[in-house]
């Protein structure tokens, strides 16, 4: 069985990659950091919704693109790639095939208690006990919660349970939950390669006793480490995306190797990316910093890596 991108995924995947890369810049997320409250600019992200990124699965009779996640999982790695400071996947990958097109910005508290972009959302995608429920942002009391990644921008919610509910059906609750850790696993791959390629472009111009540090055997070590770890990360996400879109009896397994695998790789890389850099790494000046820090918080939601291994474990008859 073949999980490599086809011809028209590729074609997809490059066209998003260039306009993240125009609109997308260090620049555009530095200021996320400092934005008031329900400012958050959404110039990249209304660029997403007219190529249609953020309906990629919802049926083209309801207004979307009628793909499935196997065209959107290249795109949310891309996303990562920039750490594109807007929930994408809360929107794209979960609320969207809940909701249908035309649903704006979603934030999600599926993915932990402290939610990403709650007071920039137009809506909130929330989960009532063993309920899924739709509700305004504005039903909603919304404290700031300071984060390592304040690019996150994130809330705590408060909430009297006005809204409008969308199911109570287990499963549709843990297909929303393995569409998160799904979507947030290509975004930590995404996040991996940004470093990865960082630190390499640092490395061919550091100069370290008359010549490029990246030509040290140690610093090449370290470099070939981080893209081993990506390298075998990647195709389990592109397999876990398979099987969301087919919905196979093995999606629960798939969907948390995927992620605990991402998660373990994209830390890897940014060790080692951290370890080049050197003192400069450490300094909010560095861009380095804004996918570092996007990764520590990323592989600590939808599940971490305790959880997605023990829940592999059970999967195969090992859990302890």
Wanted: glycine share 8%; with cysteine; aromatic share 4%.
């Amino acid at each position: 069985m073949r999980f490599a991108l086809s011809d028209d995924q590729v074609a997809f995947r490059d066209a998003v990659r260039e306009l993240l890369d125009k609109e997308a810049t260090p620049a555009v997320v530095r200021a996320a950091w400092t934005a008031p409250e329900g400012e958050l600019d959404r110039g990249v992200w209304d660029s997403l919704d007219a190529m249609g990124v953020l309906t990629v699965l919802v049926p083209e009779a309801e207004g979307g693109l009628g793909l499935d996640e196997t065209f959107l999982v290249p795109i949310l790695e891309e996303a990562g790639r920039v750490a594109l400071p807007h929930p994408i996947v809360e929107t794209a990958m979960v609320a969207a095939p809940l909701l249908g097109a035309g649903v704006g910005m979603v934030a999600s508290d599926l993915g932990g208690p402290i939610v990403p972009c709650a007071a920039d959302a137009d809506q909130l995608l929330l989960r009532w006990g063993h309920t899924l429920a739709v509700v305004d942002r504005d039903a909603v009391a919304i404290a700031p919660v300071a984060t390592v990644d304040a690019g996150r921008r994130a809330g705590r919610l408060t909430h009297d349970g006005t809204g409008t509910p969308l199911s109570d059906d287990p499963a549709v609750v843990e297909r929303a939950l393995d569409r998160g850790a799904l979507g947030t696993a290509a975004m930590l791959v995404g996040l991996g390669q940004a470093m990865l390629d960082l630190t390499v472009n640092y490395a061919s111009e550091r100069q370290q006793f008359g010549q490029p540090i990246g030509s040290f055997q140690a610093v090449k070590h370290h470099l070939a480490d981080a893209a081993l770890a990506l390298e075998f990360a990647r195709p389990a996400v592109w397999r876990a995306a398979w099987s969301v879109a087919h919905d196979v009896p093995t999606r629960a397994r798939d969907v948390s190797m995927a992620k605990a695998m991402a998660s373990d790789a994209a830390e890897v890389v940014g060790r080692q990316a951290l370890q080049c850099h050197g003192a400069i790494g450490y300094t909010v000046e560095a861009d380095l910093h804004l996918y570092l820090k996007r990764t520590w918080a990323l592989a600590r939601t939808w599940g971490d890596v305790a959880h997605h291994t023990d829940r592999v474990a059970a999967a195969l008859g090992a859990a302890l």
